[in-house]
């Protein structure tokens, strides 16, 4: 063959080369080992330890809750908790009751600080006002279970069945609307119920449940010094207990004490979002 010949099938096949060349887009490693294209508004820069990042434009990812598992069951004997497997028995449920009025924002801030878990049985007409709104939604907003305590504080026996349904379906038609979400836990006034409240609050989906002791409504407990002593002395104090405080002033005050004095007698606190019977 000449030479100009194989000098033209040099050629002819560098132009069909270069026709066929395609740019590789350099790729990103995920967490989960595979890979992905970068786009051209994003690039790849080298940390000091080698890994890949990618700046720019960054993909919105979807954020999935870790869904807890149920850790604790109610005792309807004595309304304690108890563990399931080998959940840690030493520990109280704290409960706040008649929220938000003056000082649960307050005692929320406190809990929060401790590292505290707690349930606020919520007052429907303390939920009225745009104020009051954003205190319920400051304190769910700070990870802590929202409870209905009735609209009105009313004496459930004491009123019909269709006055009972309005205070039970109020409360929760209102902290839904501010939260998002219904509330997982009853609590009536008085601790009174009637066989139609137990049955509405089963079909609302939420747990029912009582108290093992509380003292801040007596006089002789109505400051922190007091307060604080029983409620970690009472002959009532037991594993799993479910302790009733209230919306109180003394009782802000003697938060940070029971907190602490619990956790040095060896008890931690039951997070209330593992208790069996609520949606996980």
């Known amino acids: 063959m000449k030479k100009t010949t194989w000098i033209l099938l040099a050629a002819l096949m560098l132009i069909l080369s270069a026709c066929g060349v395609s ?25 000091g330890e080698g890994t890949q990042e990618v700046t720019g434009e960054v993909v919105e990812k979807e954020l999935v809750e870790e869904k807890k598992e149920p850790l604790y069951e109610l005792n309807t004997g004595n309304w304690t908790f108890k563990p399931i497997g080998d959940a840690n028995p030493k520990v109280v449920l704290l409960t706040i009751d008649d929220a938000p009025d003056k000082h649960a924002v307050e005692m929320a ?21 745009d104020e009051e709104k954003a205190n319920l939604k400051e304190i769910y907003d700070m990870g802590f279970a929202i409870g209905n305590h009735t609209q009105t504080h009313a004496n459930l026996k004491d009123i019909s069945e269709e006055e009972q349904q309005q205070e039970i379906l109020k409360v929760n038609e209102t902290v839904e609307a501010v939260i998002g979400e219904k509330p997982k ?42 307060l604080t002593d029983i ?31 619990f956790r040095d007698k060896g008890y931690d606190f039951i997070d209330p979002h593992t208790i069996k019977g609520i949606e996980q």
């Open 109 to 129: 801030k406190t809990l929060k600080a401790l590292n505290a878990p707690a349930i606020f049985f919520v007052n429907g007409h303390f939920v009225e006002t």
């Open 185 to 226: 836990f009853f609590r009536a006034p008085f601790g009174i119920n009637t066989d139609f409240s137990r049955s509405l609050v089963e079909s609302e989906g939420m747990l029912l449940m009582n108290w093992t002791y509380g003292y801040d409504w007596e006089k002789d407990y109505m400051n922190a010094a007091s």
């Open 23 to 47: 740019e590789e887009k350099p790729t990103v490693q995920k967490e989960s080992g595979e890979t992905s294209e970068v786009t051209s508004e994003e690039k790849v820069e080298v940390n």
């Open 231 to 261: 409620m970690l002395n009472t002959e009532y104090l037991t594993d799993g207990a479910n302790l009733l405080m209230h919306d109180r002033k003394w009782t802000a005050e003697a938060l940070t004490g029971i907190v602490e004095g």
